[in-house]
């Protein structure tokens, strides 16, 4: 019966398996689901013999003279290299030196780590399309390869959609990048000391964004805000840390991506620079989530006086005010999941949110302690059949 299964209707099913397990098992069933699955399963890369096996036959020459291999590998049954769509810079460049470390371990130096990894990133140059990158290590022997400037870099980059990256990359890859991907959907910035020359390119190049996150590691990342200003206004997912030590990052930059369904900030020292946010409109906006420390609890009631209506999801790391609650209760009918804190004295307000957001799925509270809500009184209000304010 298996086996009547047209490869369309398999791979349709296959692509919905998230354990490499199941895909594998799948691959054992006869030679029509290992077609379909193998394929599924080498979008990420699953093993790295099998890998050096696939590389063309001038770059196994290479390893020969180098003596980092004693012998020509046999063809891999498949040529898995072309189903590749997901790398990660910083895995391939350990699981090649714990290879080599494995097979060589007298004579293992991190000179043939490099020769192997050059000759892996030519392949995937030529043969792959990716569609995601994480490249977000910098202090590696393999930051001295510049694949995006090897041959077929372009075909291979071009149809990147999604891209992990540390700021201190070379100038290099990112001025490259910047002339070859312009439909990234997914942007994902760890800011540190150093900010590249090119990465402000990358940023404003972009036409098709749609998840922005940035993380800041003691980095100065007010620069790329001009070329954050110049990104289409169809954001739909901002995650990024709200300030830089004790001073403000300006945050008026946001009030043109109107589109924005999912906001997160990240809040450690200074808030104030909310304000400019208090009386934006964000129609779409659905998940709302403040991690660390929340914003002047007057510019947040505004806003969510402004936005709460299609809100489904509130997470505050930090409530010390009673009217914020009670905000919520008022201003967001429609919620789905609540992460927030109650005071010692804020039944009535937990009362409130029950009752008014008559389609919250899950609410999750801090209680106990000399300053919040006991947790006796709380499960008594769950346990009530009505609630009434």
């Keep these: 019966m298996a086996s009547q299964l047209p490869a369309d209707c398999l791979n349709e099913i296959f692509e919905h398996l998230d354990d490499r397990v199941d895909l594998r098992s799948c691959s054992l069933v006869n030679s029509l689901w290992c077609n379909v699955s193998v394929p599924i399963l080498w979008t990420n890369i699953q093993n790295y013999n099998v890998l050096i096996a696939c590389l063309p036959n001038e770059s196994k020459e290479i390893l020969l003279k180098n003596e980092i291999i004693t012998s020509t590998p046999n063809p891999p049954l498949f040529y898995y290299v072309t189903f590749i769509k997901n790398v990660s810079i910083e895995e391939i460049g350990r699981k090649i030196q714990n290879l080599l470390k494995k097979h060589q371990p007298i004579s293992f130096d991190n000179s043939k780590c490099l020769i192997v990894a050059q000759e892996v990133f030519k392949m995937f140059m030529n043969q792959t399309s990716l569609k995601n990158l994480n490249y977000n290590y910098s202090s590696s022997y393999i930051s001295n390869i510049q694949f995006t400037a090897y041959p077929g870099a372009m075909g291979c980059l071009r149809n990147l959609t999604e891209l992990n990256c540390c700021s201190d990359l070379s100038s290099g890859f990112f001025y490259q990048l910047s002339q070859i991907c312009r439909n990234l959907q997914s942007l994902k910035m760890t800011i540190r000391d150093i900010i590249s020359d090119g990465l402000a390119d990358l940023i404003s190049g972009q036409r098709n964004l749609k998840c922005l996150s940035i993380k800041n590691y003691n980095g100065d990342w007010k620069e790329i805000i001009p070329s954050l200003t110049k990104l289409p206004d169809d954001l739909i997912k901002l995650d990024f840390d709200a300030d830089q030590g004790y001073e403000p990052i300006p945050l008026s930059f946001i009030a043109k991506f109107t589109n924005l369904q999912e906001l997160v900030l990240s809040f450690n020292y200074n808030t104030e620079s909310f304000k400019n946010l208090q009386h934006v409109f964000f129609p779409q906006l659905q998940i709302l989530r403040f991690n660390y420390k929340c914003p002047n609890h007057d510019y947040l009631i505004k806003f969510l006086?402004?936005?709460?209506?299609?809100?489904?999801?509130?997470?505050?790391?930090?409530?010390?005010?009673?009217?914020?609650?009670?905000?919520?209760?008022?201003?967001?009918?429609?919620?789905?999941?609540?992460?927030?804190?109650?005071?010692?004295?804020?039944?009535?307000?937990?009362?409130?949110?029950?009752?008014?957001?008559?389609?919250?799925?899950?609410?999750?509270?801090?209680?106990?302690?000399?300053?919040?809500?006991?947790?006796?009184?709380?499960?008594?209000?769950?346990?009530?059949?009505?609630?009434?304010?």
């Design 305 to 389: 006086e402004n936005n709460g209506k299609n809100l489904i999801e509130i997470y505050l790391d930090e409530v010390n005010i009673n009217s914020l609650n009670l905000a919520i209760s008022n201003f967001c009918p429609k919620l789905k999941s609540l992460y927030t804190i109650f005071n010692y004295d804020e039944v009535e307000t937990l009362k409130s949110i029950l009752n008014k957001c008559q389609q919250l799925e899950s609410i999750d509270i801090l209680c106990g302690g000399d300053f919040y809500l006991d947790e006796t009184e709380s499960l008594e209000v769950f346990h009530l059949k009505d609630f009434t304010n």
